[in-house]
């Protein structure tokens, strides 16, 4: 198995911050190189064990997302080989797992789109009958389709923080009516496309969150990941049954294992276990198989 990058070290590019799991250096005053790292974080701590492939997961999936969605609004991608912006000394860092895109100007809210009745959405319907302010029908049971896909917003926390699930309505005072409802219209037209071309694949995609920003020009365009396992939750259809939590292909199996540790969810996390570490990275790798194909090494 590949070994497993916890963090790039790009010299030849000014490092602009990094996140829980990417590094963004600058590229010109208008690009960015985006290296996608194999860290994964649980309850918003970076875990000290990296997950091996995990990034070129990420990263390829993206990639196949934003082609087969082009024509559907503007993306960050360039087109820009990863290798032709750093030293040949660095080619290594970037293969398979970078990415240079547009220098965007983020709207700092989460779209968050919900096709189905889990995690977090099916605690706050128990609570309150409620999914950040969207009311829906008594009865509904967990994992239970949803007759419309909703519209969810969370406002985006510093890295470490939790993001905030907020209302559509408050989301309009923050970023402006009008911004609001073209980036939901538009994370509801790109979560029934990619909803109807998983299906074909024997996959559900139950929820997803999508990033936004403007360019120079105030023109919306799609951005950051998209439709990974660490940004939506896929289900196997073979495994769906109303009423229950089918497992996903995503990092739940690694957070079942640390909820059943002695921990107070605050850095250190415990430091994980081989199978662990080999389990969730198969994970990652079930879902670039089902939906993009096994073109990954």
Request: negative net charge.
């Amino acid at each position: 198995m590949t070994k497993a990058m916890l963090q790039s070290d790009i010299q030849s590019l000014p490092l602009i911050a990094r996140g829980k799991v990417r590094d963004m250096y600058a590229v010109g005053d208008d690009k960015l190189l985006i290296v996608t790292t194999d860290r994964i974080s649980a309850f918003d701590v970076i875990l000290q064990d990296p997950i091996p492939g995990k990034g070129k997961v990420l990263t390829e999936l993206t990639n196949f997302w934003l082609n087969k969605l082009s024509d559907l609004m503007p993306n960050h991608s360039t087109g820009i080989d990863p290798a032709d912006v750093v030293n040949s000394s660095e080619v290594n860092q970037v293969r398979g797992r970078a990415v240079v895109v547009k220098r965007l100007q983020p709207v700092l809210v989460e779209a968050v789109v919900r096709g189905y009745i889990s995690g977090s959405g099916w605690n706050d319907y128990k609570a309150t009958g409620q999914v950040c302010g969207v009311s829906l029908p008594e009865g509904l049971l967990q994992s239970q389709r949803l007759a419309t896909p909703i519209f969810t917003p969370a406002a985006k926390a510093e890295v470490g923080e939790h993001d905030e699930n907020i209302s559509y309505t408050e989301m309009r005072v923050r970023i402006g009516g009008k911004l609001a409802d073209e980036i939901r219209d538009a994370a509801l037209e790109i979560y029934k496309q990619a909803y109807d071309y998983a299906a074909t694949k024997g996959l559900i995609i139950a929820d997803t969150k999508f990033e936004f920003g403007l360019d120079n020009n105030g023109v919306l365009h799609l951005m950051d990941e998209v439709l990974t396992p660490d940004s939506s939750r896929f289900w196997a259809n073979s495994d769906y049954i109303v009423g229950d939590n089918p497992p996903s292909f995503d990092k739940q199996y690694l957070r079942d294992w640390l909820l059943s540790q002695p921990w107070d969810k605050t850095h250190p996390a415990p430091r994980l276990p081989q199978e662990v570490i080999d389990k969730t990275a198969d994970k990652y790798q079930q879902a670039l198989h089902c939906l993009a194909g096994d073109n990954n090494d």
